[in-house]
């Protein structure tokens, strides 16, 4: 059974950090590429980072990038999110996805595989 679990969500303040983390069991990450999106009340979920499964390359919306650092465990089969410099504006359910695509891995909520059930986070002001 292909499962994709995130952990490390909570409460912080502003400029605070944490580290999200996405666990597969049922598939390895080599044939993935691993995408973070994040879901505010009453928005739409947003694509926020990935690692591409063709060259580990890794992309990050334009609002996080330089506060956000996205990586992977190959031996752990895990993928982390360091999220830094956290501001209010963050605070969503943050959901990990898989997608076999071997292009660009920036790709829309519905291309994908494979969701976790999301981790919660709220930045304080």
């Known amino acids: 059974e292909v499962q994709l679990v995130e952990s490390g969500g909570g409460l912080v303040q502003a400029g605070g950090s944490l580290r999200l983390s996405c666990a597969a069991s049922?598939?390895?990450?080599?044939?993935?590429?691993i995408s973070w999106f994040r879901q505010a009340p009453g928005r739409e979920r947003e694509w926020v980072s990935c690692?591409?499964?063709?060259?580990?390359?890794?992309y990050y919306t334009d609002s996080v990038k330089g506060r956000f650092t996205i990586s992977g465990d190959k031996a752990k089969n895990t993928v982390s999110l360091q999220m830094n410099s956290l501001k209010p504006e963050d605070t969503a359910v943050y959901y990990c996805?898989?997608?076999?695509?071997?292009?660009?891995?920036?790709?829309?909520?519905?291309?994908?595989?494979?969701w976790g059930k999301g981790t919660p986070v709220t930045v304080s002001s």
């Open positions: 996805a898989a997608d076999r695509f071997i292009g660009s891995c920036v790709r829309p909520p519905y291309a994908m595989d494979y």
């Open positions: 690692i591409s499964r063709r060259d580990g390359n890794t």
């Open positions: 049922g598939f390895t990450f080599d044939d993935y590429a």
